[in-house]
């Protein structure tokens, strides 16, 4: 610029020396060293611009690749100071667009052509201001990543900018150089002048407009108020963004605490859900929080949103419910027969605890701890932990249950209220108490079911055995009955017997009596016709006394169908 | 009324705006604010309110949290007394109690003070562990319990080094979780499982020698009836006998009938089945085969 300046002055002289020559003509001199400033300035622009538009350029570059590469981990920005943040760069960008505006019209006015690529940044990074403003406005309302988008975008525009810059430097070497056209500097973009002046924009599509209609809109009313009335505009935004400060509304699950000045306001501090007034910012603020909601942390378990919509509906011990389960460290009763091992007398058990709170007292909720909530869970593992070092693993899985939950619960209040929490556990859960899933060698769940398999069956057998003796025991009776009542009847026909046999005998010894010789005779013919009539008989008559018979009388007459004999066989 | 007048107004209402952000800053209740001077340290304020400032980069404002903060880092291996390898995370609450000194330590950054006090409390968590058996962690018997002591111990170690050295009050310690290494995870696991299948065979015994019992009480029962039913049949059968020799005293009124008539019964009794006689032909009535009828008949005759 001061070359320019200097090149100007000498114009100014030359002219002056010009006239003067024709006053004199004393001196006529038109060569090339008359022209000092005007030479130092084609020297710098020959050889320094070139190398700084280079510079700057692979500047560009170096900053679109790291940029680039950063986007993807930048952090989320802090959204609670949004409003702030949003003021800030929206006044950055009034003050930017307001110099470079300036720079622009300075600009155009010839001799200080060098400030119009400084204006065209200006005004970019004006429009930048503005960028940043709607990224915080959109985090604002929720439109998540769209400052990543915008961020990419004007990465990308970067990039073209570099690329525009190389591409002039090549371009420069082939332009013809005229003496009447004024020359761009080499480092100025135009894809920055078009980014940076987008009303540039709106003048172009205006007078296209203008030409349209026929008349100009650019002479409008409208056109004239907002420039009568920007100063106003401005003053009635900046109120209306302190009234709205006034007034804050609090969600049904929401409590607010009031700050004035940074501390908790004299009287009522903490707002309900409802429409409350305040004074504004920055005398009151608020800092709101989801306090009326039930809120829950789990302990012994991890688990994301879609769990249990994939896990199915049937939860076993063998297998895992939730993405990663703790195996807790519980007491063993057989805890001191191991000293000499280096196995800890341990078991482990698989608890899923959820527990349940709400915010009571907001004031030590907010004012107590950095991070209650965390807390509260650190509070709630450790009670956990607490609770299971000091129970026996069967006991807790059945009986104790129950006053485990209670225990649990009443542990965790106590500690909360003794580091001043400001929360009640509404709800602590035992909602899986078992033995650890284990692995493939020593499948731990499995053989805790298998002993209920084995108590089952014993009691299968016993009940089998009882069932077996609540059969034996009647029918042995009932052959007992059988028994004594065949011998009753025995006995009955014996006696009926003998005392009929007595009486025949009385009968008997009156025939007898009557004729011995005949009655003896004839009982023994009697006998010998019964007793012989079935059975075999050898009557042998001896011719010779001397004789002797040899008779086989084994019971040997049972032939065969082939009619051999048994012992031919 | 006049537009210089409005844009006067307006640029100094931006004035203000400008001037308040370099001179004034607020300290909230949740927190506490060093100033420093050209670097070196001013003052400290614990006060929530509204105050002043140089701006800067004369005078510098630092704001920290002095709430309560809760700091948890590892789930870290160590050994008991008894030599017992242990898995222990511990949390620990910590505050700022000297701002000045947590700004010269760590230059503000909470990050940074908690890495350095998570080497104090690693090697307090680690030497109070040390001393402890592994009963006073672990124990079915409450009495031989130490729990509550080691947090307790653990923050005693703590807390005169974290105050003087680093500016942070540490208030409290808890052990957040406890485990064992994988190795003996294993053991464990082999160990819970050896303890169900001891119970299991005890199971399967138990219901073999009650259901023995079972059916052994019921066989004696049984048998016990069975022989009473037995003697109470002999019983009978005795009386019967006793009754039924009252009535063949009868037989005593003619023996010799009663002889010959118990002998034929015997007689027809004993050949009644599969039995082979061989008679003599002068057996009667067989010696009819020999003798003839006539000759019967002749000796009747003769008679």
């Avoid at chain 1, 608020?286 to 942390?297: C, D, G, I, M, N």
Wanted: glycine residues 6%; negative net charge; hydrophobic residues 45%.
């Amino acid at each position: 610029m001061r070359l320019e300046h200097r090149e100007h002055l000498e114009q100014l002289e030359y002219e002056e020396i010009a006239r003067d020559r024709n006053r004199s003509a004393l001196f006529d001199e038109s060569g090339a060293d008359t022209f000092i400033a005007r030479k130092a300035r084609e020297q710098f622009e020959r050889f320094f611009v070139p190398a700084f538009t280079t510079l700057l350029g692979l500047g560009q570059g170096v900053g679109v690749y790291l940029l680039w590469k950063w986007l993807p981990q930048a952090p989320m920005p802090d959204l609670g100071k949004a409003p702030l943040v949003m003021v800030t760069f929206a006044v950055f960008a009034l003050i930017l667009f307001m110099l470079g505006k300036y720079s622009a019209r300075l600009a155009g006015l010839e001799k200080l052509r060098l400030l119009r690529p400084g204006g065209a940044y200006l005004l970019l990074g004006s429009v930048i201001c503005v960028v940043v403003v709607i990224a915080f406005a959109g985090g604002w309302f929720d439109f998540v990543r769209l400052d990543f988008h915008l961020a990419r975008i004007l990465v990308v525009i970067l990039g073209l900018s570099t690329i525009e810059s190389f591409a002039n430097l090549v371009l420069e070497i082939y332009r013809p150089r005229t003496q009447a056209k004024a020359q761009r500097t080499l480092y100025e973009s135009r894809l920055v002048g078009l980014m940076g002046q987008p009303a540039g924009l709106v003048t172009t599509a205006a007078q296209a407009l203008d030409y349209q209609f026929g008349f100009k809109v650019s002479d409008t009313w409208f056109y004239k108020f907002l420039e009568r009335a920007l100063a106003w505009l401005i003053l009635f935004q900046l109120g209306m963004l302190m009234l709205s400060t006034t007034f804050v509304i609090i969600d049904p699950n929401e409590l607010a605490i009031v700050e004035r000045f940074g501390k908790p306001r004299q009287a009522g501090s903490v707002l309900e859900p409802g429409l409350h007034f305040k004074l504004p910012w920055p005398v009151e603020q608020v800092y709101r929080h989801p306090a009326k909601e039930l809120q829950s942390f789990n302990v012994g378990y991890e688990t994301s949103e879609s769990d249990d919509l994939d896990r199915g509906r049937v939860l076993l011990w063998t297998a895992t419910h939730y993405d990663e389960e703790l195996n807790f460290l519980v007491a063993s009763q057989e805890q001191g027969d191991g000293e000499e091992d280096q196995t800890v007398p341990v078991n482990f058990l698989t608890a899923a605890v959820p527990v349940q709170y709400v915010v009571r007292d907001f004031e030590a909720w907010s004012y107590n701890h950095s991070d209650p909530a965390k807390l509260l869970e650190s509070i709630g593992n450790r009670e956990v932990v607490r609770y299971l070092v000091n129970v026996d693993i069967i006991d807790i899985m059945s009986v104790g249950r129950l006053q485990a939950a209670a225990a649990l619960k009443a542990n965790i209040q106590a500690q909360a209220d003794e580091l001043g929490l400001g929360v009640e556990i509404l709800f602590v859960g035992l909602q899986d108490i078992h033995p650890p899933v284990g692995d493939k060698t020593a499948p731990v769940a499995g053989s805790f079911e298998e002993v209920i398999g084995a108590e089952q069956e014993m009691r299968a057998k016993i009940l089998l055995a009882e069932g077996e003796a609540a059969e034996m025991v009647p029918r042995s009776r009932g052959e007992a009955a059988k028994l004594v009542s065949q011998a009753q009847g025995a006995s009955y026909e014996r006696i009926l017997t003998s005392g009929a046999k007595a009486k025949q005998f009385r009968d008997l010894i009156k025939a007898y009596q009557s004729g011995p010789d005949v009655f003896k005779q004839r009982k023994y013919y009697d006998a010998m016709a019964s007793s012989l009539t079935n059975i075999r008989k050898y009557v042998i008559v001896p011719e010779q006394v001397d004789e002797t018979f040899l008779l086989n009388l084994e019971d040997n007459i049972a032939y065969d169908l082939l009619g051999a004999r048994p012992e031919e066989r | 009324m006049n537009k210089r007048l409005i844009s006067l107004i307006t640029g100094i209402v931006l004035l203000l705006i400008f001037a308040s952000i370099l001179f004034i800053f607020q300290v909230r209740q949740s927190e506490v604010a060093v100033v420093t001077t050209f670097g070196s340290y001013s003052r400290t304020i614990d006060e929530p309110g509204i105050q002043f400032k140089l701006p800067w980069p004369i005078q510098k404002v630092f704001k920290f949290d002095n709430r309560l903060q809760n700091f948890e880092r590892k789930f870290e291996q160590t050994t008991t007394g008894d030599a017992k390898p242990l898995i222990i995370e511990v949390y620990v609450g910590w505050r700022i109690s000297d701002p000045k000194i947590f700004l010269e330590r760590f230059n503000g950054d909470v990050t940074k003070a908690e890495q350095n006090l998570e080497s104090l409390v690693r090697d307090a968590k680690n030497s109070v562990i040390g001393q402890h058996p592994f009963r006073d962690l672990i124990s079915p018997r409450e009495e031989d319990l130490k729990f509550d002591d080691i947090e307790t111990e653990i923050v005693q170690a703590i807390q005169n080094e974290a105050k003087d050295d680093y500016g942070m009050q540490v208030e409290f310690a808890g052990i957040k979780q406890l485990g064992l290494p994988e190795s003996n995870t294993q053991k464990v696991f082999e160990r819970m499982r050896a303890d169900r299948q001891r119970l299991v065979k005890q199971f399967q015994g138990e219901g073999e020698s009650r259901a023995m019992e079972i059916r052994s009480k019921a066989e004696a029962e049984s048998t016990r009836i069975l022989n009473q039913a037995k003697a109470q049949a002999i019983e009978i059968e005795g009386q019967a006998e006793a009754q039924a020799n009252e009535y063949y005293k009868v037989f005593q009124e003619n023996p010799e009938l009663a002889e010959l008539l118990l002998g034929l019964e015997a007689l027809e009794a004993a050949t009644k089945e599969k039995t082979t006689i061989v008679a003599d032909p002068s057996t009667p009535p067989f010696n009819l085969f020999r003798e003839g009828v006539g000759e019967l008949t002749g000796r009747n005759r003769n008679k």
